[in-house]
């Protein structure tokens, strides 16, 4: 009897603990989507969620290189020109690659899936009616109409792309949830309803990449169900041949004309890219393997900004070495995933198609938002399967 009631008071013990480690990783979630500006509150959050499951995670070969890139960022310090830049984008890095491991290993069930994913699409939905707010605040200029995106909104004191990027990242995350069969009806009206409201931001912000990321999220889904197997084949040949095609200089003129599309926002140089991109790629080419140190080429180009390109990002932050292990993060994860089901490959199919446009011309390598939708994503046929056995049982 004494050793039942122990059983049973450490099992509520556990269960105590586990619950308050998903509520730290949710919060971890809400505060990733609602600023850039907190990359070590979230990533003390997710540590305290790791170490309150009283277990190590099990890691998986994706696991242990999401490991090894944050770590090999930090080893970057020895050769950089900033040490300080470096350390904080480092810890951003370890930030990115924690709460990816820890959402692989907290989400044993759906509903903590669901639950920390509905903490970020909470997130996305508060800044989302924001942007909405100071569209109706009369602050700016009025669109003539609704595709008028020579003016655009956001949230005072965060970037614009910031805003546009978490937003549709948030538009991918629902969308991918709701492909989740078995889910009661009330949760699959509150995954759809945030839907409307983060288009709507993201129409408002007006940056080009989220537009293009939202457009291609249910032509994706639409589309792919006709041949899951087929349309991830295509997609996982062609989206990264064009990540390393394109900034190395091989589609200049159909950005361009991409870019006029966008009428009095056209630059004619994709807002400066086209001409930022030639000197990353040259500061990268004085260090090939080793990069020049995580966060440190909008101190040494010319214009002091960022690459706007994940290729050229990763590679000046962290080399050949860091852009090799972080793809082989994305191969390992997605590439184990869609081996599950047909949905599996459509979803895998729907991030790399969704996160494209937003990776080729902006700054989202290590947003919090991407790699946690990444670690829900992978977690789901566990998941999914756990469940399905305590129904059973």
């Known amino acids: ?14 269960s105590s603990s586990d619950l308050l480690a998903v509520a730290l990783l949710g919060t971890a979630a809400l505060v990733s989507a609602w600023s850039q500006d907190h990359p070590n509150l979230c990533l003390a959050l997710v540590v305290g969620a790791i170490a309150l499951t009283g277990r190590a995670p099990r890691l998986q070969p994706a696991d242990v290189v999401a490991l090894a890139v944050a770590a090999w960022a930090g080893v970057t310090m020895m050769w950089t020109v900033d040490s300080g830049t470096t350390l904080k984008t480092a810890l951003t890095y370890a930030s990115a690659a924690l709460i990816f491991v820890a959402i692989r290993h907290l989400a044993a069930r759906v509903v903590t899936a669901l639950v920390v994913g509905g903490c970020y699409l909470l997130g996305c939905v508060v800044r989302a009616w924001d942007v909405v707010r100071a569209a109706l605040g009369g602050n700016l200029p009025a669109r003539s109409d609704a ?15 910031f805003t ?9 995350l629902a969308s991918l949830l709701l492909t989740v069969r078995g889910q ?7 995954l759809a309803l945030p839907l409307p409201v983060l288009a709507c931001g993201v129409l408002l912000n007006g940056t080009k990449g989220a537009l293009v990321a939202i457009t291609l999220i249910p032509v ?12 991830l084949a295509t997609v996982t040949v062609l989206v990264p041949a064009l990540l390393i095609l394109v900034p190395l200089g091989m589609g200049d003129d159909s950005l361009r004309q991409f870019d006029t599309s966008f009428g009095q926002r056209s630059t004619g140089d994709l807002s400066g890219r086209l001409l930022v ?4 790629l040259a500061t990268w080419s004085d260090n090939v393997f080793l990069g020049i140190g995580a966060g440190s080429f909008p101190i040494v180009n010319s214009v002091g900004v960022g690459a706007h390109n994940l290729l050229l990002t990763v590679g000046n932050d962290l080399g050949l070495l860091g852009v090799l292990g972080y793809a082989a993060v994305f191969t390992l994860a997605l590439g184990r995933y869609a081996r599950q089901s047909a949905p599996a490959r459509q979803r895998a199919g729907a991030y790399l198609v969704t996160l494209f446009p937003i990776w080729l011309t902006g700054h989202w390598e290590t947003s919090l938002g991407a790699w946690l939708t990444l670690g829900l994503l992978t977690a789901l046929p566990s998941a999914t399967v756990r469940a399905g056995r305590h129904r059973r049982s």
């Not at 546009?164 to 991918?172: D, N, Q, R, S, V």
């Not at 994706?220 to 349309?231: D, E, G, I, K, N």
């Not at 991109?277 to 990353?280: F, M, T």
């Open 147 to 161: 595709l008028d995106l020579t003016v655009r909104f956001g949230v005072e004191g965060v970037n614009l792309n």
């Open 1 to 14: 009897m004494g050793a039942s009631r122990s059983t049973a008071g450490y099992a509520a013990s556990r």
């Open 184 to 190: 009661h009806p009330a949760v699959r009206v509150l």
């Open 164 to 172: 546009a990027y978490t937003l549709a990242t948030g538009c991918l």
């Open 220 to 231: 994706y889904l639409v589309t792919s169900r006709l041949s899951p197997r087929l349309a």
């Open 277 to 280: 991109w030639p000197e990353a």
